[in-house]
């Protein structure tokens, strides 16, 4: 397997560290816009295992918007497998490219949605993943796999979502992805800063759009931003988090794949960070659509959310100022195997401390880079197979959470997941 990595930045940088430790691949081609992130990146896999495993790591320069040289990238180095780890506005391009290369694909964040009214979002609006579930056809026919929303969230959150339909349930009511935190940074001086843990782009994006909601009956539909808010008790310390809806692949992907009445996405957002995101809205600078402003070179075309995200700490670079523990997971309710009600909670937590120890990686994008690599192996070793644009839950869970939990000695990553029974308790 060589896998052509396009982004060097917080979650690309991680992907590679965590793969350095693995041995299921020839090459990786670790690539971003300015070739000095990915030759930092593979500068501290050589500094941190020596030289052996950094061979296996080589670097280029790549424009991820143009998809002649996303394919053209992939084919000078022979990629069998394009990992996506930039913004989902990249995605058409790195998508197309991928296909023209020959190589199979993966991602994190699937194609955006459009702006669209409030009802009937399935007639009206483009949804989440609607341009790359449109061209499933011609990844059939070139026998090639897009393997689409296999981060965290979408992702490990979906890959429990198959696990629960397949060994927990008999009837599922609700597949609920449930997000929160206590994560806390700080400046200098102790005082605690306003500093988004994963990219603000990605996240206006996410958290401003109205949120989508699947039901059995009705299909998918939008209600407003930040709708039924709800306190969710997170495990391992993180404690009762208030969530709302939010707009999030996992509301789109699993629908296709599993049986449930009903399919949310919320996320533990506070006070603080929604006024800040209703702010943005007023002002329009949440708009990715150019405006002219003054410079010192005189005047430029600049997109108002790209001036935020410049403006805002780099994700990639709070970690050290960083505390605390972030939860991704997925609360089922329904009926068990034995057809008792039952209502379990399926979650990772990362700890931003160990990650910060072990990779010098904070522990939101580590915890999103995990699941790509861990998803790139089982296709390595042939445990998931596939052609055609399919989402996670296509794909049998269980070796995914064996790998996932196994101890590193024991050839796995040392990364348990937890469930909490929630009816027992």
């Known amino acids: 397997m060589r896998i052509l990595l396009v982004g060097a930045g917080g979650v690309g940088d991680a992907i590679a560290k965590i793969a350095a430790r693995r041995s299921f691949f020839e090459l990786i081609i670790v690539s971003d816009y300015h070739e000095s992130r990915a030759t930092r990146t593979v500068e501290w896999i050589r500094a941190r295992h020596g030289d052996d495993v950094a061979g296996r790591f080589a670097t280029a320069q790549i424009d991820a918007g143009d998809p002649e040289v996303v394919a053209s990238v992939a084919r000078e180095h022979g990629a069998t497998h394009v990992m996506n780890a930039v913004e989902p506005k990249f995605v058409p391009s790195i998508f197309a490219g991928a296909l023209a290369a020959g190589a199979d694909y993966l991602d994190m964040a699937m194609s955006l949605s459009e702006p669209h009214p409030t009802d009937p979002y399935a007639e009206t609006g483009v949804k989440l993943g609607d341009?790359?579930?449109?061209?499933?056809?011609?990844?059939?026919k070139a026998g090639r796999l897009a393997l689409v929303g296999m981060g965290v969230e979408p992702g490990l959150s979906d890959v429990f979502a198959r696990y629960a339909a397949d060994h927990l349930f008999s009837e599922i009511d609700e597949l609920g992805t449930r997000d929160g935190a206590n994560l806390v940074v700080r400046d200098d001086e102790g005082n605690e800063i306003f500093a988004p843990s994963f990219s603000i782009w990605t996240t206006i994006e996410e958290c401003l759009n109205p949120p989508v909601v699947w039901e059995?009956?009705?299909?998918?539909?939008?209600?407003?931003?930040?709708?039924?808010?709800?306190v969710f008790e997170f495990p391992e310390g993180i404690g009762p988090v208030e969530c709302v809806n939010v707009e999030h692949e996992e509301v789109l992907l699993?629908?296709?794949?599993?049986?449930?009445?009903?399919?949310?996405?919320?996320?533990g957002l506070g006070d603080e960070f929604i006024g800040v995101l209703r702010t943005l809205n007023l002002l329009g600078l949440d708009s990715t659509r150019p405006i002219r402003v003054r410079s010192a070179n005189g005047p430029v075309?600049?997109?108002?959310?790209?001036?935020?995200?410049?403006?805002?700490?780099?994700?990639?670079?709070?970690?050290?100022?960083?505390?605390?523990?972030?939860?991704?997971?997925?609360?089922?309710?329904?009926?068990?195997?034995?057809?008792?009600?039952?209502?379990?909670?399926?979650?990772?937590?990362?700890?931003?401390?160990?990650?910060?120890?072990?990779?010098?990686?904070?522990?939101?994008?580590?915890?999103?880079?995990?699941?790509?690599?861990?998803?790139?192996?089982?296709?390595?070793?042939?445990?998931?197979?596939?052609?055609?644009?399919?989402?996670?839950e296509a794909f049998d869970?269980?070796?995914?959470?064996?790998?996932?939990?196994?101890?590193?000695?024991?050839?796995?990553?040392?990364?348990?997941?937890?469930?909490?029974?929630r009816l027992a308790r």
């Open 131 to 140: 341009d790359q579930f449109a061209q499933a056809g011609d990844w059939e």
């Open 216 to 230: 059995e009956e009705r299909g998918w539909y939008t209600t407003p931003p930040f709708s039924e808010p709800e």
């Open 254 to 267: 699993m629908p296709r794949w599993v049986d449930a009445k009903r399919v949310t996405f919320k996320y």
């Open 301 to 392: 075309e600049v997109a108002p959310r790209d001036v935020v995200a410049a403006a805002l700490p780099d994700p990639a670079t709070i970690g050290p100022r960083m505390t605390g523990k972030t939860c991704a997971g997925l609360w089922v309710t329904g009926r068990g195997t034995d057809g008792a009600p039952r209502e379990v909670y399926l979650y990772h937590v990362s700890d931003n401390e160990w990650t910060m120890r072990e990779y010098e990686a904070q522990c939101v994008v580590w915890q999103t880079a995990l699941n790509p690599v861990i998803a790139l192996e089982l296709l390595a070793s042939g445990a998931w197979q596939g052609v055609g644009v399919l989402g996670p």
């Open 397 to 421: 869970a269980k070796p995914f959470l064996d790998l996932m939990a196994r101890a590193e000695a024991d050839g796995g990553y040392g990364q348990a997941w937890g469930m909490e029974d």
